[in-house]
């Protein structure tokens, strides 16, 4: 079978195709015929051997591939035969693997997934819809708020975008650059999502807050999910309103929004960092992230490279290219 193969870390040229024996499933674990394996900035940083301190360096060669959807084909010792041919969807962490043909999944892994639900659709549900779900229960997002989201082209800002819309919120949806414009503004459009307003802005215009003013009118934002950090960040808090709800997911700028205790006590601001979870909560997230694409609350939009083109996929996310949840196609 082909797979990508990573036998050192470094720059994208690292990950190259090999034809690889097929992997054997051992006790609990299924063999799955990926239709579909998410790509993710995390992926990048284990490429190149620098990922965070809570992630353990891998053992080389690897193949990469948190994030797989597809089709069971083989079973291992102790898991049902009846998976076989069954639509799967999984997060195998660190595990990895998913970059190829087949992978190996532990069966206590998979979801099933939803007939409506299509491959590269149930990926953008498992890892990054999950994460979107974590969110929504640290802040309850009402049809009255208004919700600034910057990052809102990436995998995780265009399906929280949604979510918003779909309770009947407005939604402030930040973008870096015209090219990711587009992909913003398909986010406000779909019958589900139509009670809520959206408004997309460019954050790299600094104008923006001053015309964000002039569109709300007076109101002011009442809650802040962000996962950029930065200048961007920073800016979406000086909009915000008294009580306003701040909710703190990354920093994919590459610093985390600054926030000192004068904006908590001055505008009332409740912050909440809901990252790291047991792994039994996380499943629940993952059930609930497939229920929302299942029944049109969330349509994530996905990004589909080829999987020979698993560097062109690590460029666009490390060159800021990147928009919805990128997925790789076998
Ligand atoms: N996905 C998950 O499962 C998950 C889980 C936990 C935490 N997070 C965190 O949530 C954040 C968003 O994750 P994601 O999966 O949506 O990532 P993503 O798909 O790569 O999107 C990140 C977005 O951030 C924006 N951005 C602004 N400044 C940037 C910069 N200097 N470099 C790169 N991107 C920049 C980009 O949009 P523009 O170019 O339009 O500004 C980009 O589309 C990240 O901080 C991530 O670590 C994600």
Do not use: C
Not at 203 to 222: C, F, I, K, Y
Not at 308 to 318: G, K, R, S
């Amino acid at each position: 079978m082909r797979a990508i193969v990573q036998r050192e870390f470094g720059g994208s040229d690292v990950l190259r195709v090999e034809e690889v024996p097929l992997p054997e499933p051992g006790e609990g674990l299924v063999r799955v015929r990926v239709a579909a394996a998410g790509v993710h900035a995390v992926d990048t940083d284990i490429r190149r051997g620098d990922g965070p301190p809570s992630m353990p360096k891998p053992q080389l060669p690897m193949t990469p591939g948190r994030e797989v959807a597809g089709t069971v084909d083989a079973v291992g010792p102790g898991v049902d035969g009846a998976l076989v041919g069954t639509r799967v969807v999984a997060h195998v962490g660190f595990r990895s693997g998913g970059y190829a043909e087949f992978t190996l999944a532990p069966a206590a892994a998979l979801h099933s997934v939803p007939d409506r639900v299509t491959f590269p659709q149930a990926v953008a549900a498992i890892g990054t819809g999950r994460t979107a779900q974590l969110v929504l229960e640290s802040v309850e997002i009402r049809p009255d708020d208004v919700v600034i989201i910057p990052g809102a082209s990436g995998g995780l800002g265009s399906q929280l975008v949604q979510l918003a819309l779909s309770v009947g919120a407005t939604v402030i949806g930040l973008y870096g650059g015209e090219a990711k414009r587009v992909v913003v503004e398909l986010l406000g459009i779909g019958e589900r999502r139509a009670g809520g307003r959206l408004i997309a802005l460019d954050a790299n215009d600094d104008t923006w807050p001053l015309r964000l003013a002039g569109l709300l009118e007076g109101v002011q934002p009442s809650i802040l999910i962000d996962g950029v950090g930065g200048s961007t960040g920073r800016a979406a808090v000086e909009t915000l309103g008294r009580g306003a709800r701040v909710v703190i997911i990354g920093w994919s700028s590459g610093e985390v929004v600054r926030l000192d205790s004068a904006d908590i006590v001055e505008r009332s601001l409740t912050v909440a960092v809901p990252l790291g979870r047991p792994i039994t909560e996380l499943r629940v997230l993952e059930a609930r992230a497939l229920a929302a694409v299942a029944e049109g609350r969330v349509d994530p939009p996905v990004d589909e490279y080829r999987l020979e083109d698993a560097a062109a996929a690590h460029d666009a996310i490390e060159q800021r290219r990147q928009w919805g949840k990128v997925v790789l196609i076998p």
